[in-house]
């Protein structure tokens, strides 16, 4: 059974940093790619930020220069730092993961970016 838990979800000003974190249950070498993905209200998912199993990183036009997304094999964990965070950044987060050509996904985070 594959599980995706994401935390470090919340409140932050514009302008602040968060750093949200995906834990996987198996070895994330077993995952051909990994990614985070949002839905903000009333808009579909879309996509974020992915990590290949070989290092390349992608990233969507709205956050380049100011997200990174990254891992620590030890920890099976992929996280994505997020700076400089504007209210349009506001969404549910969702940690993805691709092995064996299925599709895992997280629950989700919630991160609201308000003053």
């Known amino acids: 059974q594959v599980q995706l838990v994401e935390s470090g979800g919340g409140l932050v000003q514009p302008g602040g940093s968060l750093r949200l974190s995906c834990a996987a249950s198996?070895?994330?070498?077993?995952?051909?790619?990994m990614g985070w993905y949002r839905q903000a209200p009333g808009k579909q998912r879309e996509l974020v930020a992915t990590?290949?199993?070989?290092?390349?990183?992608n990233y969507a036009d709205s956050v380049k220069g100011r997200f990174t997304i990254s891992r620590d094999n030890a920890k099976n964990t992929v996280y994505l730092q997020m700076n400089s965070l504007k209210p349009e950044d506001t969404a549910v987060y969702y940690c993805k993961g691709r092995r064996y050509y299925s599709d895992y996904w997280g629950q989700g985070t919630q991160v609201t970016v308000s003053s």
């Open positions: 990590l290949t199993s070989g290092g390349d990183r």
């Open positions: 198996k070895t994330i070498f077993s995952f051909e790619d």
